[in-house]
Antibody, heavy 118, light 106 residues
Framework: QVQLQQWGAGLLKPSETLSLTCALYGGSFSGYYWSWIRQPPGKGLEWIGE??????ANYNPSLKSRVTISIDTSKQFSLKLRSVIAADTAVYYC?????????????WGQGTLVTVSS | DIQLTQSPSFLSASVGDRVTITCRAS??????LAWYQQIPGKAPTLLIF???TLQSGVPSRFSGSGSGTEFTLTISSLQPEDFATYYCQQVEAYPRTFGGGTKVEI
């Protein structure tokens, strides 16, 4: 059974760097794309970006200057968001994108609440 | 960016009701649309991809239709576990975008 387990710091000060890691258990890493999506408290979903199995990434233009998504190992990928501000406060989810399912997110991590506050 | 507009944003219904949610895209996205369900405090789960293909394990009371710019998600007979928020997402173009969500409450 595919499981995504994510972790990282939950409380940051403005201007710091958000860093989250997502690990895959019980499935193959190759042949899928890998994504980060966030959800501010009480609001909707926002696509941050994704990385394919070759390490090529696509980012939301609204975050592109501050974000990096990369594959770390054969079973882990990560998100870095630099110079965070209060508006970056959100639950961050990692997700697997299934190419057969037109690159939709068929498996999600448990979510990590990241709060940016001075 | 492709804008997705969901309607209604809030829906009050009863167990057994037939429920329809609409998602309109600001430009043609062919059939590159997905639907997700999110229960409060949980990660979203994929219900439908390619506008009308049911994800494995999803009950058959869920169905999707549409192409181009107008799409619908239908729940044929609402069950207690279906009270949640539903989001559409387009995967035709980057950046991927989501609709604003439809909250289905009792």
């Amino acid at each position: 059974q595919v499981q995504l387990q994510q972790w990282g710091a939950g409380l940051l000060k403005p201007s710091e760097t958000l860093s989250l890691t997502c690990a895959l258990y019980g499935g193959s890493f190759s042949g899928y794309y890998w994504s980060w999506i966030r959800q501010p408290p009480g609001k909707g979903l926002e696509w941050i970006g994704e990385v394919n199995h070759r390490g090529t990434a696509n980012y939301n233009p609204s975050l592109k200057s501050r974000v990096t998504i990369s594959i770390d190992t054969s079973k882990q990928f990560s998100l870095k968001l630099r110079s965070v501000i209060a508006a970056d406060t959100a639950v961050y989810y990692c997700a697997r994108l299934n190419l057969v399912a037109t690159t939709t997110a068929d498996s999600w991590g448990q979510g990590t609440l990241v709060t940016v506050s001075s | 960016d492709i804008q997705l507009t969901q309607s209604p944003s809030f829906l009050s219904a009863s167990v057994g009701d037939r429920v329809t949610i609409t998602c309109r895209a600001s430009q043609d996205i062919r059939s590159f649309l997905a639907w997700y369900q999110q229960i409060p405090g949980k990660a979203p789960t994929l219900l439908i991809f390619a506008a009308s293909t049911l994800q494995s394990g999803v009950p058959s009371r869920f169905s999707g239709s549409g192409s181009g710019t107008e799409f619908t998600l239908t729940i044929s007979s609402l069950q207690p576990e279906d009270f949640a928020t539903y989001y559409c997402q387009q995967v035709e173009a980057y950046p991927r975008t989501f609709g604003g969500g439809t909250k289905v409450e009792i």
